[in-house]
């Protein structure tokens, strides 16, 4: 018989997409659900929901913008009762590391009734060659309100290998993988590194939250956008994520990808050459 579809919702985002191409090319249908596909999903219009989800047994779920913000356990927590009266099966959801916001999301979604499993990552390598910080880079120096505390940043492309792997396993149903890198290092190291790839001078600048804020309006970033990033900076890069985790050789059975190795291997497409 034909598995029904796979929904990926955010499948236009760094993991989602990721997902998407590594699920195709293992022979799973797949269900991409964006604010531009064909049936259309937008976390701002709940209307489109529902549709999204008929016909599907299994999706993995990422928020926009992110799960720390007001309100988001209130959406997780109507997304898995309609994804349950759908008939869904599981949800993998992609969750962050120590954010209250986000274990509110967890919680709501482990209480619905739905069968889960929650992904939780550090910070994103590929922010700095496909996110906000890629502006900076190409600029020559990163300026932002991150003090020097280690963060054990987490390639983009192991989180979509390890939510491939626990769709298609319902062993890992109701489980928590901590997916980090094998190393943590201070926004000023992870940037030496980036510089020293690239061949060219980059270096990072701490500054005041006021001075990043300011920053984010001359760049006509929403309010509330920045609220978020601030706080992401300020107060939950505050040492508590610093450990490293060992989610991804959990679940693959191998190491996580080095932040030197994704240095490396993103100078070479020549995104951070001016």
């Known amino acids: 018989m034909t598995q029904p579809p796979i929904l990926i919702i955010g499948a236009a985002g760094k993991s989602g997409l990721r997902v998407k191409n590594l699920l195709e090319a293992q022979g799973h249908e797949v269900r991409a659900a964006s ?3 064909a049936i259309p999903f937008d976390w701002t219009r709940r209307e489109t929901w529902a549709p999204a989800f008929e016909g599907v047994a299994k999706a993995y779920v990422t928020y926009q913008p992110d799960l720390a913000i007001e309100g988001a356990a209130d959406d997780i927590a109507e997304l898995s009762h309609i994804a349950r009266g759908k008939g869904v099966e599981r949800i993998v959801l992609l969750s962050g590391h120590n954010e209250p916001g986000a274990q509110r ?3 709501a979604l482990q209480k619905s009734g739905v069968g889960w499993t929650n992904v939780r990552a550090s910070w994103f390598n590929q922010n700095f060659s496909e996110g906000y910080l890629i502006d900076g880079v190409l600029a020559g120096e990163l300026a932002l309100p991150a003090p020097p ?6 390639d983009v492309d192991d989180i979509a290998e390890v939510v491939a792997a626990v769709l298609n396993d319902d062993r890992h149903s109701e489980k928590i993988y901590e997916v980090t890198g094998p190393r943590a290092l201070t ?3 992870a940037v030496a590194e980036i510089a020293a790839a690239a061949g060219r001078p980059i270096r990072y600048r701490q500054i ?3 001075e ?3 920053d984010m ?3 006509g970033v929403p309010e509330d956008v920045t609220e978020l990033l601030i706080e992401l900076f300020t107060v939950v890069l505050d040492g508590r994520n610093s450990p490293v985790m060992h989610g991804v050789e959990e679940v693959l059975g191998r190491p996580a990808r080095d932040f030197a190795d994704y240095a490396r291997e993103t100078a070479a497409t020549g995104v951070w050459r001016v």
Do not use: D, N
């Open 35 to 37: 604010r531009s596909t």
């Open 105 to 107: 999301a967890e919680v």
């Open 149 to 154: 505390v280690p963060e054990p940043f987490i």
């Open 187 to 189: 926004f000023g190291e």
């Open 208 to 210: 005041s939250p006021e």
């Open 212 to 214: 990043f804020t300011a």
């Open 217 to 219: 309006r001359r760049a």
